[in-house]
Nanobody, 126 residues
Framework: HVQLVESGGGSVQAGGSPKLSCTASGATRGHICMAWFRQAPGKEREGVAAIRRYSGTTFYADSVKGRFTISHDAAKNTVYLRMNSLKTEDTAIYYC????????????????????WGQGTQVTVS
């Protein structure tokens, strides 16, 4: 089993650049894909960014492309989401997810159904 714990959320001014962290523990082997999702109030959960572990190949949703950066630190078993130039519409609960897949690209990882989810961390932009 894999446990994912997010951190780094909070209240941020528009234009701010917080960095979210997601640390994984447990049997993560085989969960080659890591991703960030978000759910805004009254809206469905949407994929934000995905990364294939170790290779670093990434994918970004159009809404965050050019502003957010996903990365993975294998030594710390942690995935990060650097969020730049935040907008009020970025306000959401951000969830970390892991997927067991045979993907070789971030775009493939973005399509892989998550196997595990973190509890989420609130990001409020004002």
């Amino acid at each position: 089993h894999v446990q994912l714990v997010e951190s780094g959320g909070g209240s941020v001014q528009a234009g701010g650049s917080p960095k979210l962290s997601c640390t994984a523990s447990g049997a993560t082997r085989g969960h080659i894909c890591m991703a960030w999702f978000r759910q805004a109030p009254g809206k469905e959960r949407e994929g934000v960014a995905a990364i294939r572990r170790y290779s670093g190949t990434t994918f970004y949703a159009d809404s965050v492309k050019g502003r957010f950066t996903i990365s993975h630190d294998a030594a710390k078993n942690t995935v990060y989401l650097r969020m730049n130039s935040l907008k009020t519409e970025d306000t959401a609960i951000y969830y970390c997810a892991a997927a067991r897949a045979s993907c070789v690209s971030g775009s493939c990882c973005a399509r892989a159904p998550p196997t595990y989810w973190g509890q989420g961390t609130q990001v409020t932009v004002s």
